[in-house]
């Protein structure tokens, strides 16, 4: 699930009215800039606990 959270239109779990297109466009705003972005557990090993989104970014 949580390398489809950064794909267009992808929702994940969520029951929300969202449209799925904010962590697209993070991706793609952290790719232009030379980045990464990713989802990690918000409590190692333990996914029910949660989602940590983290990214770097190059240096300027």
């Known amino acids: 699930m949580k390398g489809k959270l950064f794909t267009r239109f992808e929702r994940g779990m ?3 009215r969202g449209e799925g297109l904010g962590l697209f466009i993070v991706r793609t705003l952290v790719e232009r ?3 990464k972005v990713w989802a990690d557990d918000r409590v190692p ?3 029910e606990e949660g989602a940590a989104f983290r990214f770097t970014l190059k240096k300027a």
């Open 14 to 16: 969520a029951r929300g």
């Open 33 to 35: 800039y030379g980045g």
């Open 45 to 47: 090993g333990n996914p």
